[in-house]
């Protein structure tokens, strides 16, 4: 009975760690075809809109 419940723990894990790369691997893939040259699309935008801003807060 227990090598039956630590071959269960361990599939689970291997289940459970291979669905949380499958997500890590697949977006790192679709950056990269995908993506091409817009990366930092949306940050570079927001950037640019925020060049002029004048600083709000205190020092500290």
Do not use: C, E, P, Y
Not at 4 to 31: C, E, K, R, S
Not at 38 to 57: A, C, D, P
Request: charged fraction near 15%; glycine fraction near 14%; hydrophobic fraction near 45%.
């Amino acid at each position: 009975m227990t090598s039956f419940i630590i071959d269960f723990v361990l599939l689970a894990v291997v289940i459970i760690g291979i669905t949380a790369l499958n997500g890590i691997i697949t977006n790192v893939f679709g950056m990269k075809i995908f993506g091409r040259g817009q990366v930092n699309k949306f940050t570079s935008k927001t950037s640019h809109i925020q060049s002029g801003w004048k600083q709000v807060g205190g020092k500290r």
